[in-house]
């Protein structure tokens, strides 16, 4: 399985859809086996999601990502976890080791709109949703 991470000075980047470079992980059994990174220069979103089929990604671990281009991914065959924040390695152990929905990796006003999250759940802020979420 090969995992990829926009990063932005070892953090995940803010917004996927600008993002300039990947981290690319190669998991086998949740042991990590590859790292490298790949440049994705791309602003066109269908070359984007072209580039991370070539690249055999299979799992996107983000922080925001526009819907259009989230859709598209998904289509094609690839499992975007959105909303996530933190430095790169600690969001990919959190990943290895399940404890991605931890409310420290979530990103500041994301309530409700990342997979596990929403659908009974409390956010972190009371329970109230940020302007704009959606259930």
Same mark, same amino acid.
């Given at each position: 399985?090969?995992?990829? !991470? ?34 994705? +220069? ?6 984007? !999601? +072209?580039?991370? #089929? ?7 671990? $983000? ?19 959105? +909303?996530? $924040? ?10 290895? #080791? ?22 009974? +759940?409390? $956010? ?12």
């Amino acid at each position: 399985m090969r995992i990829a !991470v926009p990063v932005w000075r070892d953090r995940v980047s803010p917004v996927f859809d600008v993002a300039g470079s990947l981290r690319l992980v190669d998991l086998e059994d949740g042991t990590p086996l590859r790292r490298s990174d790949a440049n994705i +220069q791309e602003d066109d979103p269908g070359v984007r !999601v +072209q580039k991370l #089929s070539e690249l055999g990604v299979d799992v996107l671990i $983000c922080g925001a990502i526009s819907r259009p281009l989230e859709t598209m991914l998904t289509a094609a065959g690839v499992k975007v976890i959105a +909303q996530v $924040c933190g430095g790169v390695e600690e969001v990919l152990e959190a990943y290895r #080791s399940g404890r991605l929905g931890d409310p420290a990796f979530a990103m500041p006003g994301c309530c409700g709109r990342r997979q596990g999250f929403g659908h009974g +759940q409390r $956010c972190r802020n009371g329970g109230r949703r940020a302007q704009g979420d959606v259930a």
